[in-house]
Nanobody, 127 residues
Framework: EVRLVESGGGSEQAGGSLRVSCKMD????????MAWFRQAPGKEREPVAS????????DVANAVKGRFIISEDVAENMVHLQMNNLEPEDTAIYYC????????????????????WGRGTQVTVSS
């Protein structure tokens, strides 16, 4: 059974940095799509960043471009999201997601194309 376990997050002031991480268990890490989505109170879940694992490429949303970096640790089956220059608008629950589908990259921003989700981790940015 595939499990995604998030860690990190927390509270930070605007301009600061935080990192969230996601470990994939129960599956041999290979060429798949993994992503971070976030959901703020009263808003829909939105894509933040995605990665085509094992060196396949990355993508980030325009709202976080230049501030957030998604990366992977292949040996540890982990994906990280480094969040710099945080803004209060980044406050949300951040969810890790994984797609094991053969063709996933064209659909990397579509939440319903991801098969596995973590429980989420809270990120709070104060002004």
């Amino acid at each position: 059974e595939v499990r995604l376990v998030e860690s990190g997050g927390g509270s930070e002031q605007a301009g600061g940095s935080l990192r969230v991480s996601c470990k994939m268990d129960g599956y041999t890490y290979s060429r798949n799509c993994m992503a971070w989505f976030r959901q703020a109170p009263g808003k829909e879940r939105e894509p933040v960043a995605s990665i085509y694992t094992n060196g396949g490429g990355t993508d980030v949303a325009n709202a976080v471009k230049g501030r957030f970096i998604i990366s992977e640790d292949v040996a540890e089956n982990m994906v990280h999201l480094q969040m710099n220059n945080l803004e209060p608008e980044d406050t949300a629950i951040y969810y890790c997601a994984a797609s094991l589908r053969l063709i996933c990259w064209p659909y990397r921003t579509e939440a319903d194309k991801y098969d596995y989700w973590g429980r989420g981790t809270q990120v709070t940015v104060s002004s």
